[in-house]
């Protein structure tokens, strides 16, 4: 898979719109989660992003399936982030529901991206 640039990945484009999502939502969280909660969604949500392009960047495919590897590890992280806000009614059940779909998405696009990027098995 030859790609030319990052900003062509349409996981990468998905992660961007996830990343605004994120902000969005966030600037109604109370106050005092400044530097909780809405940090922590947002870090996690940025580091999707940013750690495809820096494994793209990479030139290597080994390299870029660990980074889809991290990608997907900060998705992971804004899920339980995103559980923990609506636990705590920061979002209502159809905002995280809305979040939540999108993540799925996300999620599909990394494994099958990442799955592209395998090497071929040698015949036994």
Do not use: C
Not at 41 to 50: C, D, E, F, G, K
Not at 88 to 100: F, V
Request: no cysteine; glycine share 6%.
């Amino acid at each position: 898979m030859v790609v030319v640039n990052y900003t062509d990945l349409i996981v990468w484009q998905k992660g961007m719109d996830f990343v605004e999502a994120v902000y969005k939502r966030t600037s109604q969280f109370p106050r005092e989660e400044i530097y909780g909660l809405t940090s922590q969604l947002r870090r996690a949500a940025v580091s999707i992003p940013a750690n495809i392009a820096e494994g793209q960047g990479r030139r290597s495919s080994r390299d870029f399936r660990r980074f889809l590897a991290i990608a997907y590890g900060s998705l992971r992280e804004a899920e339980t982030h995103i559980l923990i806000a609506e636990r705590l009614n920061y979002l209502a059940a159809s905002e995280k529901k809305s979040l939540m779909a999108v993540t799925a998405e996300i999620g599909r696009l990394l494994n099958g991206l990442s799955n592209s990027l395998r090497e071929p098995r040698s015949p036994q």
